[in-house]
């Protein structure tokens, strides 16, 4: 496994336009996914990184949502070179944990290389301008540091910009496994 950390975006990007199916055929565009705070979450079912924080996903995303965010989770990697990550297999995972948000396919990886993504997990937060404001980090839990996953970088990013106000504090890159890119 190669860790990598995010790409770092510049913050104030626009939110790059998409239009990916979820794993039920339906396609979401930023359209779809109105709020003061969109998160947009790259991840896969197979990395290490994303196997340590998945099981917190629902709590944490969803309270988010519940506060008025809205979340959908992309998945990038080649899943023709890592089955593992194929869409019978996020839409089997996507029920197994119950994910109160879209899973989303990007089988051409246009979507990943227009954020900027790296790796899994990668994480951004977009205000209601659709404008970058978080880029990094969940939180601070690795897999093996023995640091609980509380969300709690992301989760401050989020409430932030609900409150309406400017992300404070330093953005950490995210680390995990790099995004299986097709060769």
């Known amino acids: 496994m190669a860790l990598t950390p995010s790409s770092m975006t510049p913050l104030g990007s626009p939110l790059p336009s998409f239009a990916l199916p979820d794993t039920e055929g ?4 930023p359209d779809d996914l109105p709020g003061r705070a969109l998160v947009v ?58 994910l109160p948000y879209p899973s989303l396919l990007d089988a051409t990886q246009e979507v990943a ?3 900027g993504a790296a790796c899994t997990p990668d ?6 301008d659709r404008r970058l404001v ?19 970088d992301l989760v401050a990013a989020v409430r932030a910009v609900l409150a309406g106000e400017a992300v404070r504090g330093p953005q950490r890159p995210s680390l995990g496994c790099n995004l299986k890119w097709k060769a």
């Open 134 to 152: 978080y880029r990094g980090q969940l939180d601070a839990s690795r897999p093996g540091n023995g640091l609980p996953v509380t969300g709690e």
């Open 26 to 29: 339906r396609v979401w565009t």
């Open 41 to 98: 979450a790259f991840v896969c079912v197979h990395c290490p990184y994303v196997v340590h924080v998945k099981p917190s996903l629902p709590g944490i995303l969803g309270g988010l949502i519940a506060e008025g965010a809205s979340v959908v989770a992309v998945h990038s990697n080649d899943a023709v070179a890592y089955p593992a990550d194929g869409p019978d297999e996020v839409a089997r995972e996507a029920r197994a944990l119950g």
């Open 123 to 128: 994480w951004f937060v977009y205000d209601g």
């Open 113 to 115: 290389r227009a954020f």
